[in-house]
């Protein structure tokens, strides 16, 4: 059936080890974005698929905001991704 256009992967703390993997498998399967968001370090990266191999974004925070053509019109304000739910 194909690839997802899009693969969101929140992190807990130990599952960094499993990025390297994840990452080949993605980028192989024609995942056309990687998103990965690290909620303790309050980080986010993106991964696009530009002929055939993933370009990476810019570490983005607080005070970022992510995009994608896939979703067009879609905005995440990455202050309010990462707000402190018990404030």
Excluded: C
Excluded at 47 to 53: A, F, I, K
Excluded at 54 to 75: A, Y
Aim: hydrophobic share 40%; net charge negative; proline share 6%.
């Amino acid at each position: 059936m194909g690839a997802p256009d899009i693969v969101v992967e929140i992190l807990s703390p130990g599952n960094k080890k499993e990025l390297q993997n994840k990452y080949e498998v993605y980028e192989e399967a024609g995942v056309l974005e990687y998103w990965i968001i690290h909620p303790l370090e309050k980080t986010f990266f993106k991964y696009t698929l530009v002929d055939s191999q993933f370009q990476s974004s810019r570490l983005l925070t607080i005070g970022d905001e992510v995009t994608t053509n896939i979703l067009p019109g879609f905005v995440m304000n990455l202050d309010e991704l990462f707000a402190d739910p018990n404030s």
